[in-house]
Every structure is written in C-alpha cells, then in structure tokens.
C-alpha cells in the first residue's frame, strides 16, 4: 500500500554506464516530480509532468530523460553517468493545483 | 522565478526549548508555504503547510506564521523533543502547475 515508491533503493555504478530509476504512485495523482538532493541536503526540482506531459525541466544536462509511459510511473534515465551525477533522487506526485507533495523513499545513486 | 531563503542551516536547543526557523521569498504571486521534516535517511513528510489567506496556523506544538506583506514565513516548535531532530525545509509555490521551490534546509538537533 506504499504511495509513491522508487527502485532502486540504491545503485552503484561506474562512470559512463547507462542506468534507470522506476517511480510509480498510486494515490490517483496526475502530476509527477523528480528532484535531486545533493551531498549537501539541498533539494532542486529537475522535471514536472502532468498527465504524462512534460510541463517543467529545469537547467538539467540533456543526459538526463524522464519517460512517462502512464500518469502513474515517472521513470528517470541517465546516460554517461559523471561523478557529479551522486545523489539522492527524490520521485513526488501531486494532485494538479493541489497542495502537498507526497515523497517516495528516494534513491541513493553513486558513481564510482 | 522563485527564489526561497532559509535561516539558520544549522540549529541546536535543548529539550524543552523551542526552535524557531525562519524562510523568505522573492515571488509575491506565490501563496502555498509548506514546510518538510527529512529524517536521516527518509523521505521529506510535510509537517504543516499554510496558505496566502491564512496569519497563521497551529498543529499541536507546530505553528507556523506567514507574512506576506515582509514576503517571509517562520516554523515555531514548541517543548522540543529529541525525537524533532531532524532536517526542516521550508518551500514555496504559486499554486497550479509549479513545482515546490524549496529552501536549503535547517538542521535541527534537540539535545536531551
């Protein structure tokens, strides 16, 4: 009965590889956020989507492509993984013009 | 776009005391102000939010003031227990399709 979840939990992985992070929700939401959370703890919005649409994509670099195959999944792809790529990401939904963002567990990505 | 200020990064109180963490924004049109508690390791949960209509709002030993007109919001925790140690983000958004622009964070420590 989980809301929003992520998978991975964690993922490891060298400089260069290709690699995915699944979101989906459950709670009826039309609107789905990826961020990221860096070492330091700061929270920055990297992409919106509403009913499967793109509505937002902040200054991300373009090896970064979120796919949404319905509005309940909003997964996240990343080419040519680069060290600075480590961080948390954080996959929230939303009701449109609605109020609280609903957090799943976050995924703890390392590039070695 | 917005733009969201948190003070302090770091706050340390004894149990029993209370915490104050205080937030600004840039944008006038903004008029929903949450704020989000990340334990260590965990997702972001909102704690309590408020909206432009509203002074103040109290949940418990939680409150929340806003005021619009000085463009600034604040998070009161009264008798602070260990167990609110935590980090405290304090966002913003103009209501819609935006996403959460969010503050830096506030690291609490609650010393027993």
């Known amino acids: 009965d989980t809301a929003v979840s992520q998978t991975p939990k964690y993922l490891v992985t060298q400089m260069g590889n290709d690699k995915s992070i699944k979101c989906e929700q459950n709670?009826?939401?039309?609107?789905m956020y990826w961020y990221k959370q860096d070492s330091k703890k700061f929270l920055k919005i990297m992409f919106s989507?509403?009913?499967?649409?793109?509505?937002i994509n902040e200054t991300v670099p373009n090896r970064f492509s979120p796919k949404s195959p319905d509005k309940a999944h909003l997964n996240l792809h990343i080419n040519s993984l680069e060290l600075g790529d480590s961080a948390v990401y954080f996959c929230?939904?939303?009701?449109?013009?609605?109020?609280?963002?609903?957090f799943g567990p976050g995924t703890r990505l390392t590039v070695l | 776009g917005e733009n969201v200020e948190q003070h302090p990064s770091t706050l340390s109180v004894q149990e029993g005391d209370s915490a104050v963490i205080k937030c600004t924004y840039s944008?006038?049109?903004?008029?929903?102000f949450p704020w989000y508690k990340q334990e260590l390791g965990k997702r972001p949960q909102l704690i309590i939010d408020?909206?432009?209509?509203?002074g103040e709002k109290k949940d418990q030993r939680i409150a929340v003031t806003l005021n619009k007109t000085a463009k600034h919001f604040s998070l009161h925790i009264t008798e602070t227990q260990p167990e609110d140690s935590a980090v405290y983000f304090c966002?913003?958004?103009?209501?819609?399709?935006?996403?959460?622009?969010f503050g830096k964070g506030t690291r609490l420590s609650v010393i027993a």
């Open positions: 929230a939904s939303s009701l449109l013009g609605g109020h609280e963002q609903f």
């Open positions: 709670l009826g939401h039309d609107t």
């Open positions: 989507y509403n009913n499967k649409e793109l509505i």
């Open positions: 944008d006038s049109a903004s008029n929903y």
């Open positions: 408020i909206r432009s209509n509203v």
């Open positions: 966002a913003a958004r103009v209501m819609g399709n935006t996403p959460l622009v």
